[in-house]
T-cell receptor, first 117, second 112 residues
Framework: SAVISQKPSRDICQRGTSLTIQCQVD?????MFWYRQQPGQSLTLIAT?????????ESGFVIDKFPISRPNLTFSTLTVSNMSPEDSSIYLC??????????????FGPGTRLTVL | DAKTTQPPSMDCAEGRAANLPCNHS???????VYWYRQIHSQGPQYIIH???NNETNEMASLIITEDRKSSTLILPHATLRDTAVYYC?????????????FGQGTRLTINP
């Protein structure tokens, strides 16, 4: 299984500011995803991070609010922009498939717990 | 929207088998069933996945009905550390992209 790390593990931010979350994988992977988990809720897919091109966003999420980068096959960032208290959530990076191989298993990072005051 | 339905909560005695049901009546022929669990404040942990056949690994067994409209995750000897929220997920293909769409899951409590 892939080993996924996220930075920061948690943060407390002021409204109106932005936070960039990093996701690092220990091996090259085909797919990278970003999820949000609001307090007491299940996970919601934000977007698929595509290597070398723009991310693909799910309904209800836009690039201006959640810009995503994926410069290579092992790294991605998610920025939460112009934050409000409603953005307080756990943000999770997820990866699937070895690069160039079958995409069957999908693994999740430990998450970044964000609190917006 | 998630394509699965699970009971919101279940209890099981320690040492017994925990059987977690899942309905996915609208599953398509090429869509896989995945199971994850999430222990409080951690990222979801992959358990097992399958397409048509029953599957077993070191963590659990997955039993998929012949019509593929439902499945059961079996934890053969539940321990207190198996207390978690268990998610049954159908991996969907939307515009050529494969995605895991989470439902609300089953909160499993293992009792001593």
């Amino acid at each position: 299984s892939a080993v996924i790390s996220q930075k920061p593990s948690r943060d407390i931010c002021q409204r109106g500011t932005s936070l960039t979350i990093q996701c690092q994988v220990d091996s090259q992977v085909t797919m990278m995803f970003w999820y949000r988990q609001q307090p007491g809720q299940s996970l919601t897919l934000i977007a698929t991070a595509n290597q070398g091109s723009e991310a693909t966003y799910e309904s209800g999420f836009v690039i201006d609010k959640f810009p995503i980068s994926r410069p290579n096959l092992t790294f991605s960032t998610l920025t939460v922009s112009n934050m409000s208290p409603e953005d307080s959530s756990i943000y999770l990076c997820s990866v699937g498939g070895p690069a160039g191989g079958p995409y069957n298993e999908q693994f999740f990072g430990p998450g970044t717990r964000l609190t917006v005051l | 929207d998630a394509k699965t339905t699970q009971p919101p909560s279940m209890d099981c005695a320690e040492g017994r088998a925990a059987n977690l049901p899942c309905n996915h009546s609208t599953i398509s022929g090429n869509e896989y069933v995945y199971w994850y669990r999430q222990i409080h404040s951690q990222g979801p942990q992959y358990i097992i996945h399958g397409l048509k056949n029953n599957e077993t690994n070191e963590m659990a067994s997955l039993i998929i009905t012949e019509d593929r409209k439902s499945s059961t995750l079996i934890l053969p000897h539940a321990t207190l550390r198996d207390t978690a929220v268990y998610y049954c997920i159908v991996r969907v293909v939307i515009q050529g992209a494969q995605k895991l769409v989470f439902g609300q899951g089953t909160r499993l409590t293992i009792n001593p």
